[in-house]
């Protein structure tokens, strides 16, 4: 079970990547014009991102404050790498900045509360 939630996970953090580099692919919407309206429609592909990740290396399934503080930093993990690219494919802005800022401190909150979660 456990390859197969791996194999799963790799298809679903390799799905995210793509469509965070192009997020019109599923859909025919128009993308926005605007850079910064850009990196945040990249963002939301950033979910399949964390999910992914959290499949390949959460183990411990049984677990459910474990569990449900993975779901919580991994998904900001993925948050944060998806604006990151966001920044790489369309510029940087002060405010992007902001929400990046915000974003490492919940990731790290969350990262805090994962080690503690397993004791």
């Given at each position: 079970m456990f390859s197969s939630l791996k194999i799963i996970g790799a298809v679903l953090l390799?799905?995210?990547?793509?469509?965070?580099?192009?997020?019109?692919?599923?859909s025919k919407l128009r993308l926005p014009e605007n850079a910064y309206q850009m990196i945040e429609v990249r963002?939301?592909?950033?979910?399949?991102?964390?999910?992914?990740?959290?499949?390949i290396f959460h183990n411990q399934w049984s677990d459910w404050?474990?569990?449900?503080?993975?779901?919580?930093?991994?998904?900001?993990?993925?948050i944060v790498i998806a604006r990151l690219f966001g920044f790489v494919l369309d510029g940087f802005f002060l405010k992007q900045v902001?929400?990046?800022t915000?974003?490492?401190?919940v990731l790290i909150i969350f990262?805090?509360?994962?080690?503690?979660?397993?004791n």
């Amino acid at each position: 079970m456990f390859s197969s939630l791996k194999i799963i996970g790799a298809v679903l953090l390799l799905a995210g990547f793509v469509l965070t580099y192009k997020p019109n692919l599923i859909s025919k919407l128009r993308l926005p014009e605007n850079a910064y309206q850009m990196i945040e429609v990249r963002v939301k592909w950033g979910f399949l991102i964390g999910l992914g990740i959290m499949l390949i290396f959460h183990n411990q399934w049984s677990d459910w404050k474990l569990t449900v503080c993975a779901v919580l930093f991994f998904l900001t993990l993925g948050i944060v790498i998806a604006r990151l690219f966001g920044f790489v494919l369309d510029g940087f802005f002060l405010k992007q900045v902001l929400w990046l800022t915000i974003e490492i401190v919940v990731l790290i909150i969350f990262g805090i509360l994962y080690s503690y979660a397993d004791n």
